[in-house]
């Protein structure tokens, strides 16, 4: 196939904004030392520098995809792209931690425009043929980011300071804005323009949200759990209400009636769920227990998202062939199998064979990921690309923080308050493997959901 010079710009601008995403989530943990010494902050307000940015990006994934389908996927990818990039220099200049913490919610928003259109974008733009391929690459681009992150992260935070990462995101910002402005076109006209947002529902959605993550960081007293069933109570409200709404923000009819579009959803947040702490864990394990440095353990935990990067345009590819189910649920099994066997690590685990798991754990993601979103955006009409990507992406973000709560309770619930470095060795190891032996679990009923969502439609 030949691309014309406006697909080509569309690939380019769609996988830079996917990779700045994750580039700086893992960046930006590597800098979090520094960013502690600079602003004084405590362990709670530092855990915010992050939360803030997931949180901004899952509360408005869903709406930012159905106001796409009405208003043009288009004209909010740059205006995502514009607000990333403007919030990227302010986080950059922040003179206070708190600051920095509302530019990185900012940020969130812009990452959420960006996520929740892209995908659309990219669809709208090639035959059915060719979807699980450029979709690969988009997704490819995201593990780039995973992967390049704590190693550019490093290297900046060392030599040129912690603000340098945001200042190069604005860099990468700038020059996106640029080409999409110049390349990316305009929205066609649209039958529901005069279509509206159900404003109650988004609020409460938004609102159960940020009880979840929130009452998650205030697990240690009762206070927590309480917000926590909250948050939770508002989700189910939320879902009542977008039942019975003449405009929802998600048509729930797609969860109740399209079984395709409903277990790949949740095959992905399960999916997730149970592999984003993965990094998180053992990095912690190779600096505490191996004794390994902070270079030399980011050196080791680049082989998973490498693998992701290589092998998520093949599988993309290949699901333009095969039945996505297939590929996606080998992948979901892979990555059962590899989080299971992590549950075995001990003191004395040689350094290879953790390489080794990790690059298998990376293969069976990326055999799943691309696949299942192929499926998910084969699974709507051209008018429902915008809400399909955002609820896709939404998955993705809810599941990078239902993993980070699991290993959050772990700590919480086996460490009783104590600093990482202040326990034994063992109490770790007994910690992670719990953890492990969690995330396997959950990965195992993945397996279902992605077995048994049903054929994907080539028309």
């Known amino acids: ?48 520098v992050v939360t803030a940015f997931l949180l901004a990006t899952a509360m408005f994934l869903l709406p930012l ?109 700038v020059l996106t804005t640029l080409i999409a402005f110049l390349f990316l076109g305009k929205d066609g006209e649209r039958a529901d323009v005069g279509q509206k947002i159900d404003l109650k529902g988004a609020g409460v959605y938004m609102l159960g949200l940020v009880a979840l993550v929130y009452g998650s960081s205030q697990i240690d007293d009762g206070s927590g759990w309480l917000m926590m069933g909250v948050g939770a109570l508002a989700l189910v409200v939320f879902w009542m209400l977008e039942s019975r709404s003449d405009r929802p923000v998600i048509d729930t009819r797609l969860f109740t009636q399209n079984r395709l579009f409903a277990f790949s959803n949740l095959a992905a947040l399960i999916n997730y769920s149970a592999t984003f702490a ?42 333009d062939r095969i039945q996505p ?63 399909a990507s955002g609820s896709a992406a939404t998955m993705r973000v809810l599941g990078q923080i239902v993993s980070m709560t699991i290993a959050t309770l772990f700590f919480a619930g086996m460490l009783g308050g104590q600093a990482i470095e202040l326990v034994s060795d063992q109490l770790f190891i007994e910690v992670m493997k719990w953890g492990f032996i969690s995330f396997a679990l959950i990965s195992v009923v993945g397996i279902y959901f992605s077995y048994n969502r049903g054929q994907m439609s080539r028309a």
């Open 325 to 387: 189910r297939y590929l996606a649920t080998l992948g979901m099994t892979m990555c059962s199998l590899g989080l299971a066997a992590f549950a075995f690590l001990e003191a004395s685990t040689p350094v290879w064979l953790i390489v080794i798991l990790l690059v298998w754990v990376g293969l069976g993601f990326a055999f799943f990921s691309s696949p299942n979103m192929n499926t998910i955006m084969s699974s709507v009409a051209k008018t429902q690309y915008g809400l």
């Open 278 to 319: 993965i990094v998180f864990l053992l990095s912690l394990y190779l600096q505490k227990v191996q004794g390994l440095s902070p270079r030399d353990a980011g050196a080791i935990l680049v082989a998973q998202p490498i693998m992701m990067a290589i092998f998520s345009p093949i599988a993309g590819r290949l699901s």
């Open 1 to 48: 196939m030949q691309w014309t010079k406006r697909q080509i710009s569309i690939i380019g601008i769609v996988a830079v904004t996917s990779f700045m995403g994750t580039f700086l989530i893992s960046s930006v943990n590597i800098a979090l030392p520094a960013i502690e010494k600079s602003f004084g902050l405590d362990a709670v307000s530092l855990s915010w």
């Open 65 to 173: 995809g159905r106001l796409g389908d009405l208003k043009g996927i288009r004209r909010l990818f740059k205006l995502g792209v514009l607000i990333f990039t403007l919030s990227s220099l302010a986080c950059g200049l922040a003179g206070s931690g708190y600051w920095l913490i509302f530019f990185r919610f900012i940020q969130g928003i812009g990452a959420a425009f960006t996520s929740t259109t892209g995908p659309a974008i990219l669809v709208s733009a090639f035959l059915p043929q060719y979807r699980g391929r450029v979709l690969g690459l988009s997704v490819s681009a995201v593990y780039l980011g995973l992967a390049f992150g704590p190693f550019a992260g490093g290297l900046l935070t060392q030599y040129l300071g912690w603000r340098s990462i945001f200042f190069v995101s604005t860099f990468l910002g």
